[in-house]
């Protein structure tokens, strides 16, 4: 059985001589990744936070067991997950970016559009990532009230303006 783990932050570089790391957090509260300690490695290695400032950009952690600058470049680029039994339950209105992967949308008239491959953010808010039968390539929709009509347990519902899927869109059967 595979475990369910949930991204929550990423260590960008080292800090200092010292050990310390650049930090990352992906949680709604940005500080409170440090209370999810330790954190696993997709490869299953647990990173412990020590301590925890915040910064411009991000936190500067010490983590336990990293003393020097070559131990905390090697960390560079690390993914950090949490078992999802260890996070809390989301409010009525919230959803966990993970929850959403795999999961089907469907317009307002109930017709099939795809399946959710990925959520980006790009600064301006997330974007699910959508895979639309027979377009070669997927579909970015705001994952934003204006659009989301309904977001369940099993499937999101969306309204999109007419011609939404019509700009840049690629059929699999045309040539590149």
Same mark, same amino acid.
């Given at each position: 059985?595979t475990? !369910? ?20 957090s ?18 299953g ?16 952690a010490?983590?336990?067991g ?13 993914e ?9 339950e ?6 966990y970016?993970?929850d ?14 795809g399946?959710?491959v ?18 070669? !390539?997927t ?30 869109a ?5 040539a590149?």
């Open positions: 059985m475990r !369910d783990l949930v991204l929550v932050g990423a260590i960008t570089a080292a800090h200092g001589i010292r050990g310390e790391v650049k930090l990352r992906f949680t709604a509260d940005p500080g409170a990744i440090a209370s999810y300690s330790p954190l696993e490695t997709a490869a290695r647990k990173i412990e936070i020590a301590r925890v400032r915040p910064q411009k950009d991000g936190f500067i010490i983590l336990k990293v003393t020097d600058r070559n131990a905390a470049e090697a960390l560079r680029g690390t950090l997950f949490v078992p999802r039994e260890r996070l809390p989301p409010e009525d209105d919230e959803v970016v993970h959403l992967i795999g999961m089907p949308v469907h317009l307002s008239d109930g017709s099939l559009l399946e959710i990925d959520v980006a953010d790009y600064g301006a808010g997330d974007l699910i990532d959508v895979k639309v039968e027979g377009l070669k !390539d579909v970015l929709i705001p994952f934003a009230d204006q659009y989301v009509l309904e977001t369940r347990e099993d499937r999101i519902v969306i309204d999109l303006p007419e011609g939404f899927l019509d700009a840049d690629k059929r699999e059967d045309e590149p």
